[in-house]
Structures are given as structure tokens and as C-alpha cells.
């Protein structure tokens, strides 16, 4: 069975950090893009970054870049969600989702709580 | 960025009903706009993508059309468990965006 599993969320304090960590099992991690897609308290969703099968080629929404860096991990299944400099707009659920046009598979997302 | 934009923002219909979600994109995007459904506390679930093509184990009744920059999803009978949120989203340009969202209530 095909499953993405996010973990790494939690509450941290403002310009605090965080990793985050998607395992990816039941498929071959390493033939497939995978974005990153967070999801605030009510509100609708936001693309984070995007990475390539390789690992090779990635990209960031605006607000993200210079802040968040993304990474993997195709020996272990793992995607890696770097965030620093955390403010209270970034308390999200983020989420992992397989494919680079669209996501045909995602986790059940990693809550993200930034507050002092 | 390319912006979409989706209406109505949310809709009251009951079963049976046949139920069109518009999305209009800011520039064309051929045919790249997926469509995906989310319900209260899961993640969002891939209904069609490329516009038209119908995701593996997703009910018939879903549809989806257009090119260019229109595009509509259709769900031609609503079923209670059809009650969700949808949005549309375009993959034309390497940043994903996502409509605001459409609540379809009872």
C-alpha cells in the first residue's frame, strides 16, 4: 500500500525551527517528484516547495526561500522539511504529496504551531 | 504567479443534485488544472487531473473539462458522502497554485 507519513510537527516559538520528515513506503520513493503543502487553521492551501526524483532541482513558494530547505533521502524512503525562522503565519498542518504535477498520494500532514 | 480563481466560494445542494465548480486561471494553462476534494480533518484527495482525466477508484459521477483558462468540475448526481470542500489547482508553472476553495454544504 502506497503511504507518506509526516512527522517533526509540534509547537516551537517564534523564530524558533523545525524538521520536518515524510517516510514514504509501497512504491519507489526514488522515481517520483514530491511537493510540500501546508494548509493554515480554516484556510484553503498553499504550495511550500517542490523537490525532483533525484533530489537535484528544487523550488520554494517566495515566502519560504531563504527560511525553509527541502531535502531527501531515496536510501531511506525520506523527504526532509528544514523551517527556521518560524512566525505565527507558518502554524500550519504541512503536508507531503507524492507527484510533480499533481499530487496523487499525500500523508495525513504534521501540525506546525508557532506561538511564544 | 499564476492566480485561480474558483466559484461560487460555497454552495447548498442537496442529493442528488447535479453540482458545476468553476476555476479560472489568471493566464492560460493548457490543460494542466487538477481537481482534488478535501474533507474535515484529512488531507486532500486527487479526484481528476489534466483537466478531464478521471483519478483511479474516484466515482464516474465526478467530471472534469476545459482548457486554456476555464475549467469546471462537475458531479452529475451528489451523494451525502460528496459533501467537502473542492479545489482546483494548476501545475502550468513549477510552483503549484490552488484555488480559494468550494464548501459544498447540505
Known amino acids: 500500500e502506497v503511504q507518506l507519513v509526516e512527522s517533526g510537527g509540534g509547537l516551537v516559538q517564534p523564530g524558533g525551527s523545525l524538521r520536518l520528515s515524510c517516510a514514504a513506503s509501497?512504491?519507489?520513493?526514488?522515481?517520483?517528484?514530491v511537493n510540500w503543502v501546508r494548509q493554515a487553521p480554516g484556510r484553503g492551501l498553499e504550495w511550500v516547495s517542490y523537490?525532483?526524483?533525484?533530489?537535484?532541482?528544487?523550488y520554494y513558494a517566495d515566502s519560504f526561500k531563504g527560511r525553509f530547505t527541502l531535502s531527501r533521502d531515496n536510501a531511506k524512503n525520506s523527504l526532509f522539511l528544514q523551517m527556521n525562522s518560524l512566525r505565527a503565519e507558518d502554524t500550519a498542518i504541512y503536508y507531503c504529496?507524492?507527484?510533480?504535477?499533481?499530487?496523487?498520494?499525500w500523508g495525513q500532514g504534521t501540525l506546525v504551531t508557532v506561538s511564544s | 504567479d499564476i492566480q485561480m480563481t474558483q466559484s461560487p466560494s460555497s454552495l447548498s445542494a442537496s442529493v442528488g443534485d447535479r453540482v458545476t465548480i468553476t476555476c479560472r486561471a489568471s493566464?492560460?494553462?493548457?490543460?494542466?488544472l487538477n481537481w482534488y476534494q478535501q474533507k474535515p480533518g484529512k488531507a486532500p484527495n486527487l479526484l481528476i487531473y489534466v483537466a478531464s482525466n478521471l483519478q483511479g477508484g474516484v466515482p464516474s459521477r465526478f467530471s472534469g473539462s476545459g482548457s486554456g483558462t476555464d475549467f469546471t468540475l462537475t458531479i452529475s448526481s451528489l451523494q451525502p458522502e460528496d459533501f467537502a470542500t473542492y479545489y482546483c489547482q494548476q501545475s502550468y508553472s513549477t510552483s503549484w497554485t490552488f484555488g480559494q476553495g468550494t464548501k459544498v454544504e447540505i
Open positions: 509501497g512504491f519507489t520513493f526514488s522515481d517520483y517528484e
Open positions: 493566464q492560460s494553462i493548457s490543460t494542466y
Open positions: 523537490i525532483s526524483s533525484s533530489g537535484s532541482t528544487i
Open positions: 504529496a507524492r507527484g510533480g504535477y499533481y499530487g496523487d498520494r
